[in-house]
């Protein structure tokens, strides 16, 4: 059974938490929080904390079940709400600042379960569906 855990309007653009997130994607969650406890970017800090209260959240839904096999599921970051100020700039003119923000959501889950696995078996068969065709060149007729 997974577990979901949110961080809502966390002051730092999308992009710098997505580089993390897009670490952190698939891995057992020991490993993950090892990776975000020694990685130097500032978005590491709260995404290891998310990621720790996604973990307790799957413990008090699976009391006495083991945590060693959990896997960071799914983790997504979406833009939130984008304070908008303005700077001075040359000749009188305004230059628009925006200090963006995100929310983030991770879902931790077993690797045994069937919800983990089956997600890569459709990949894996749409990719065999849609092999690369061989292109048609052009032939040019030359008199």
């Known amino acids: 059974m ?10 730092t653009s999308p992009r710098k938490m997505r580089l993390l997130a897009d670490l952190i994607r698939g891995m057992k969650v020991e490993k ?6 020694h990685n130097p970017k500032h978005p590491a ?5 998310l990621v720790v209260s996604a ?4 413990k008090q839904k699976n009391e006495g079940s083991d945590e060693s096999a959990l896997v960071v599921k799914t983790i997504f970051v979406d833009g939130a709400r984008v304070i908008k100020r303005m700077r001075p700039a040359p000749q ?6 925006r200090k963006r923000s995100n ?3 991770v879902i931790v889950d077993t690797v045994g379960s069937k ?5 890569v078996a459709e990949v894996a068969e749409e990719v065999a569906v849609e092999a690369p065709k061989a292109k048609k ?3 040019t007729k030359k008199d």
Do not use: C, F
């Not at 973990?55 to 799957?58: L, Q, V, Y």
């Open 137 to 139: 060149t052009k032939s």
């Open 92 to 97: 009188g003119r305004g230059y628009r600042v």
């Open 2 to 11: 997974e577990a979901v855990a949110k961080l809502n309007n966390y002051p």
């Open 55 to 58: 973990i307790s959240n799957w």
């Open 32 to 37: 993950a929080l090892a990776i975000l406890d």
């Open 45 to 49: 800090v709260p995404l290891r904390k």
């Open 103 to 105: 929310h983030v959501t």
């Open 115 to 119: 919800a983990v696995a089956a997600p």
